[in-house]
């Protein structure tokens, strides 16, 4: 009896002396929320699934930049601007390539239609001067829009008023699914138009045109 008192008051004496885990910080790491579309990394702070089709996707952290003019409704303005550019950059390079020029730019007649730009370069460069000019108008309307909104807080990103349609009008969870789907189509036709350009650069192949004797290749 003696021994294992002896032993039991040695084993407390040593247990004051052990370090102590930090059971808080351990409990926090362990039970952190993980980005649904990182599992194995935890989600960004900001990133709370409140904003259409965020999944918790920010391996390099960039939602968390606030120091240098640049935050979250900037990067969403200019993820959703970019995806609506994209949408309309994309279907315009297949349009032209099935159903040939548009109106006035009868010389693009090349199914690349990287190869098709710099065809009206040479031909038509107003063209080129005054979409440039468009650009600048609409750059300018958009950052007084992006400035406005962030500073007073009653603008959505990427909300500019348009609803000919009145699609924004009708139920809530109809209104959250258009935003989830054009963001979901955004991000994708931006891929789109990043490998549409890439390949017209590469190849000098119109996208339907690579992609049928892509088809033609491996079927014969």
């Given at each position: 009896?003696?021994?294992?008192?002896?032993l039991?008051?040695?084993?407390?004496?040593?247990?004051?002396?052990?370090?102590v885990?930090?059971?808080?910080?351990?409990?926090?790491?362990?039970?952190?929320?993980?980005s649904?579309?990182?599992?194995?990394?935890?989600?960004?702070?900001?990133?709370?699934?409140?904003?259409?089709?965020?999944?918790?996707?920010?391996?390099?952290?960039?939602?968390?930049?606030?120091?240098?003019?640049?935050?979250?409704?900037?990067?969403?303005e200019?993820?959703?601007?970019?995806?609506?550019?994209?949408?309309?950059?994309?279907?315009?390079?297949?349009q032209?390539e099935?159903?040939g020029p548009?109106?006035?730019?009868?010389?693009?007649?090349?199914?690349?239609?990287?190869?098709?730009f710099?065809?009206?370069?040479?031909?038509?460069?107003?063209?080129?001067?005054?979409a440039?000019?468009?650009?600048t108008?609409v750059?300018?309307?958009?950052?007084?829009?992006?400035?406005?909104?962030?500073?007073?807080?009653?603008r959505?990103?990427?909300?500019?008023?348009?609803?000919?349609?009145?699609?924004?009008?009708?139920?809530?969870?109809?209104?959250?699914?258009?935003?989830?789907?054009?963001?979901?189509?955004?991000?994708?036709?931006?891929?789109?138009?990043?490998?549409?350009?890439?390949?017209?650069?590469?190849n000098?192949?119109g996208g339907?045109?690579a992609?049928?004797?892509?088809?033609?290749?491996?079927?014969?």
């Open positions: 009896m003696m021994k294992i008192t002896v039991a008051a040695l084993a407390g004496s040593a247990a004051a002396f052990a370090p885990t930090p059971a808080s910080r351990s409990s926090v790491a362990l039970n952190a929320e993980k649904a579309a990182l599992p194995f990394l935890n989600r960004p702070p900001l990133l709370d699934g409140s904003m259409a089709g965020d999944v918790g996707f920010d391996p390099l952290g960039l939602s968390n930049i606030d120091d240098i003019g640049i935050d979250l409704y900037w990067l969403r200019a993820e959703i601007k970019h995806a609506r550019v994209a949408m309309l950059a994309t279907a315009g390079f297949l032209v099935c159903f548009a109106p006035g730019c009868e010389a693009a007649t090349d199914k690349s239609q990287t190869d098709a710099w065809q009206i370069w040479n031909s038509h460069p107003q063209y080129i001067a005054a440039l000019v468009m650009i108008v750059e300018m309307i958009s950052g007084i829009a992006t400035t406005s909104g962030r500073e007073s807080g009653d959505a990103p990427g909300d500019f008023g348009l609803d000919p349609l009145g699609y924004m009008k009708g139920d809530p969870a109809a209104v959250e699914r258009l935003k989830a789907q054009e963001i979901a189509n955004g991000r994708l036709a931006m891929w789109a138009a990043s490998g549409l350009i890439l390949q017209g650069c590469s000098h192949m339907v045109e992609m049928t004797k892509s088809l033609g290749d491996n079927m014969f």
